[in-house]
């Protein structure tokens, strides 16, 4: 009878542990999320009229590492006191399950205004793996198939850096890792630019 006890403690324990393994590797996105200051705008260079220029698709590698595009963005609002920027694909349209994310950037100041082209993985903030998570880097657009891809860049404007993020680049902060931390502070305000690459 004891043991019998003991048993079913064990495989409670278990299923909790494994139960909260699910909620902390959850898929986040911010889709619906309103930017509530219509001034705090997000823009890049390599976007004109919505439309990837063709400069910056497909940005040859050197050793896995690839040009990263170029942003600029303005009027952070008050009480910001860091930015990151997450820029992600669905590759099945109109199915948000699946997601493939191009740059995850962290801990940026939010005095900083823009990043130059190339510049991504330079400044004093922190990025994380590339789409295929081989590599500390920004993914280019690429599109293979036929029609037209959307993109998204988006800006966010916290109330601290996330303390569950490291303090340096990481290739093991993905897109699930990076969004599951930014739900753990207040995010203040989002903006997003969306553009399209097309084949």
Request: include cysteine; aromatic fraction near 10%; glycine fraction near 6%.
């Amino acid at each position: 009878m004891k043991y019998s006890k003991l048993i079913v403690l064990t495989l409670f324990m278990g299923l909790i542990s494994c139960e909260h393994h699910k909620k902390t590797t959850t898929k986040v996105n911010y889709d619906d999320f309103k930017t509530l200051n219509a001034n705090f705008k997000l823009t890049s260079k390599a976007v004109a009229n919505g439309v990837l220029l063709d400069a910056y698709k497909c940005e040859e590698k050197v050793n896995d590492v690839e040009n990263s595009i170029p942003l600029s963005w303005e009027n952070v609002p008050d009480g910001t006191k860091s930015l990151a920027v997450v820029m992600y694909h669905y590759p099945k349209k109109d199915d948000k399950t699946e997601i493939n994310s191009y740059l995850l950037l962290w801990d940026i100041d939010p005095s900083v205004t823009q990043i130059p082209y190339k510049m991504a993985a330079k400044g004093t903030w922190f990025m994380g793996g590339n789409k295929d998570g081989t590599a500390i880097s920004y993914t280019s657009p690429c599109s293979r198939g036929k029609g037209e891809h959307v993109y998204n860049i988006a800006l966010y404007a916290l109330s601290e850096t996330p303390a569950a993020l490291p303090k340096k680049h990481s290739l093991n902060v993905d897109y699930n890792v990076l969004m599951n931390a930014l739900g753990t502070v207040k995010i203040i305000d989002r903006t997003i630019l969306t553009f399209i690459d097309s084949n």
